[in-house]
């Protein structure tokens, strides 16, 4: 009979096939996590700016006083009130398109805003 003695060259292979393969690169979820915050504050602060035009725009309108502005406002909601079903849509079309031109023109002066002022954060990223 003969003794056969095991090969440790052929375990060693034997246990690198078994275990998993790591992932060539991980996600970082800290950088996710700070560009959605980034992401999401810039769109809030975006909102709060075209609702503060419209504030704006019945303050002008109103003579620059709050009493002008309510005293619009009131006429406004009047209107609004008493309109149709097509008056309505109409109105909504063209509140929803104002809203829209403005945002658009904010985040085009707010563009530099876009990306994160501190510039190591994106070198670590890379």
Request: include cysteine; proline fraction near 1%; charge should be positive.
């Given at each position: 009979m003969a003794t056969t003695f095991p090969n440790r060259w052929f375990e060693r292979r034997e246990r690198k096939a078994v275990m998993p393969a790591k992932p060539a690169h991980r996600t970082d979820y800290g950088f996710v996590l700070y560009f959605m915050l980034h992401s999401l504050g810039f769109v809030s602060v975006t909102l709060l700016m075209t609702w503060g035009v419209?504030?704006?725009?019945?303050?002008?309108?109103?003579?620059?006083?709050?009493?002008?502005?309510?005293?619009?406002?009131?006429?406004?909601?009047?209107?609004?009130?008493?309109?149709?079903?097509?008056?309505?849509?109409?109105?909504?079309?063209?509140?929803?398109?104002?809203?829209?031109?403005?945002?658009?023109?904010?985040?085009?002066?707010?563009?530099?805003?876009?990306?994160?002022?501190?510039?190591?954060?994106?070198e670590q990223a890379a």
């Open positions: 419209f504030v704006l725009f019945f303050l002008a309108i109103g003579g620059f006083s709050v009493d002008g502005m309510m005293h619009h406002l009131a006429n406004l909601s009047t209107r609004y009130i008493a309109a149709d079903a097509a008056r309505l849509d109409h109105f909504k079309l063209i509140l929803g398109v104002a809203h829209m031109v403005i945002a658009c023109a904010i985040i085009f002066f707010r563009r530099h805003a876009l990306m994160p002022r501190d510039a190591k954060v994106l």
